[in-house]
């Protein structure tokens, strides 16, 4: 654990992590000049470069294993590090591996253009042909703007990148027709033309596509490769594949063929505004486009980007393969970090994505049943049941920090370039947290390094997704600091709760033999009686020792772990409602406003112990989150991040009630409806039946039973352990699960610690308020 660092080991990696921090906050904006692949992805290069800069050392060897468009590694080199680059999806590797490969000269790209126009520019301007409504002359379209189903040429559905009268044929900036004019409406002469290419055969690849509704490779019309071009994109394109086929240089055909492989998405049915990362196929409103033009540009684009490259080849190993057999073949300690960007969440089907691009490459997924096996994903591919769960995919990424463990040097880094899913925000960034300490590599910080990009803007549809990418920061710890976990349970904690129990709340001195009762209680919970055994207390001892100084035959709590800041006990939803006002009030001090992502980051610094149990309840309440934030902030005038609520804002003094002015019944009727709207239910009040053992049963999200004891009770007149002893008795032989005691006053010392003891939930009058707000904002108070 990175408090078991020594004070000098500690400031270097604070050091490191304030350096890194203050330079993202610097880069402003996306730097999109990374034009490798045909759209621009998430990844910075600058992002990047600043990480590597700070975590690996001068001369270290950086690791990707889910490289995808290359940028990491291209990063890596910049900063004249090794790095060890693998990507598993073909098309991805062919066009990220580019800077690598020989590239042709200045001379042998204008041999190769001018080849092309000679095999093919007559007939791509017979294709394309259309009649200028100026001048009369034949000209060549760049874009035609129609509608598939039903078809419509002549007026289709208008948009703003049609002409101001309906123009759909548009041929606008370097090719406008000799006589200025950039645009007509289609014509029965482009009918005609258009009829007789249909009429033309021809013969294009026609693969099965994986059926995936997700990703609109949908049944029955679209999984058939050949169904997602219209019949002159065919034609266009099998001519232009069979004509590089020919170029006379090795070299050139190889880069020709790269930059045809990148313009095959504007080849198939897309959208008007070519939103080229789109498998969707729309009835209406789409656009047609040149792609011999298209191509001619992306030669010249790639090959000017190519040419400003300057890497030492030297210095890259790239693979293409699993990334279980990536790691498996770096040496042990070699890395000094590992920074990547797995595919996290079921929106990174990205292998059955690029089917749009396998057919030209000789390759079929739906037949690779390796990659089928062993891809990381959540696929909604009927034909994948294996891979629909969630928890296949989790246990794929706990299997990449499993194998990092190894390969990542002592004190180096492992960081995680991502975008947390929104039906899962904590919980997973709990998750992530859980399955580094079970392999040996400690959470440091979680920074927001997304950048206001506008092209991004689009995918996030409301407030309360996650638009922005953050960086995990790991740090691999030696085997004598990392934390000892056996399957899911953390023994640190275990040891900890236990040192706890024994010393009380006073934290007085303790023997072993109390230490020992109370961790024996533990294990039997967890089923790990088996550590009870002699040849596991060496261990125990040292462990102990983490949190607690021995003097003679006694211990005495140090109070110096990081498991003195958590809260134990509580139920996450208690702790939500407790730190989101909180943490609204730190991202406010100072008048700023924040965003739905900061919030979250933020929120998930106090919510750091995450066992199974409670991660899952974090999944259960996570759709509570936008309500609780709402409670304690408001959207800024234009919704796209939150500011301070005033208190004045959501609460009318005369408006609400005061809780001490309900009679009994009207409390716990309160207090029922209470409970439904966090989400339980078969929610009971039986408090009325003169059974005063409970108020309230309740039903929870897992289906465990809850007793609640309401009272309403005078402030200073506190609740003791006599009426928590009584419900607890009431849960045991009842066989329920859970019991509360809410009061609107307060606890004693003594039931505060019976409520310890029996692991009892106790809400006093100052929390039940503040979880009220959450679902009856402004409506109640205590004087």
Known sequence: MYWLLSPTEQEEIRDKITNLTFELSRLTDRDQADQIFPFVGRKDRRTARAIINNLALENGRVADPFAGSGIFAYAALDEGREVYANEWEPFAYRLSTAPFRTLPKQAEIEQGLNELEHLVGHEMRRLY???????????????????????????????????????????????????????????????????????????????????????????????????????????????????????????????FYDAFLSILQLAKYTDYRSKSQDPHCPPKMLKETNLYHRLVEKINQRFIYLSEQNFDVNKSHLTCTDFRDFINNLQDGEIDLILT??????????????????????????????????????????????????????????????????????????????????????????????????????????????????????????????AKDVCFIFLKLRDSERRWYEADVDLDEVIYLAAREAAGDRGQPFSKVLFNTHLQKLLREHGLMRLSSPIYSDRIEKTLQRFSDKHGGQYILTGESPYELMHFGIDPELRLREFVPVVVEELTEHGQTFTFEEFILRLCTYLDNGNRKIIQRLHALNSLIPDLLLAHAAYTPDHKAFQ???????????????????????????????????????????????????????????????????????????????????????????????????????????????????????????????????????????P
């Open 341 to 466: 960007d797995p595919p996290y969440g079921d929106s990174v089907q990205y292998f059955e994505l690029a089917q749009r691009f396998h057919p030209f490459m000789g390759y079929t997924l739906a037949t690779d049943t390796q990659r089928l096996e062993f891809e990381v994903v959540v696929s909604n591919a009927p034909s994948r049941p294996n891979k629909k769960g969630r928890q296949q995919f989790l246990n794929d990424i706990e299997t990449f920090f499993e194998k990092s463990n190894r390969v990542v040097k002592d004190h180096g880094y492992l960081v995680l370039y991502f975008r947390p899913e929104q039906t899962h925000w904590v919980a997973d960034l709990n998750q992530l947290k859980v399955y580094g300490r079970r392999h040996g590599f400690e959470p440091l910080i979680t920074i927001d390094v997304a950048q206001n990009d506008p092209s991004m803007r689009v995918l996030a549809s409301t407030a309360w997704t996650f």
């Open 129 to 255: 042909r259309t009649v200028c409504p100026t001048c009369g002359k034949e000209h060549v379209i760049d874009g035609l703007f129609y509608d598939r189903d039903p078809e419509e040429y002549f007026n289709p559905t208008r948009h703003e990148r049609m002409g101001p009268n309906g123009e759909n044929i548009i041929f606008r900036g370097r090719y406008k027709c000799s006589c200025k004019t950039t645009q007509k409406q289609f014509d029965t002469t482009d009918s005609a033309h258009l009829n007789t290419i249909k009429a033309e055969a021809v013969i294009f690849p026609n693969n099965p596509l994986i059926e995936n509704s997700r990703i609109n490779f949908t049944a029955p019309d679209f999984i058939l490769y050949g169904n997602l071009f219209p019949h002159r994109s065919k034609l266009v394109l099998i001519r232009l594949r069979d004509a590089i086929g020919k170029l006379s240089i090795n070299s050139v055909r190889e880069f």
């Open 644 to 782: 301070s609520k005033s208190v004045q804002e959501y609460i009318d003094p005369e408006c609400r009630t005061n809780l001490m002015s309900l009679e009994p019944y009207e409390f716990e009727g309160l207090i029922a409806e209470f409970f439904k709207r966090r989400g339980f239910t078969n929610v009971s009040v039986i408090g009325r039946s003169r059974d005063r053992g409970v108020d309230i049963i309740a039903t929870g999200v897992g289906g465990d039973i809850h007793l609640i004891q309401c009272k309403r009770w005078r402030k200073g007149n506190n609740v003791g352990s006599t009426a928590i002893q009584r419900v607890d008795s009431y849960k045991r032989t009842r066989n329920a699960d859970q019991a509360w005691i809410i009061t609107t006053s307060d606890f004693t010392p003594e039931g505060a610690d019976e409520g310890r003891i029996t692991h009892a939930h106790l809400i006093n009058g100052r929390q039940l308020i503040n979880s009220l707000e959450g679902y009856f904002p402004g409506r109640f108070y205590l």
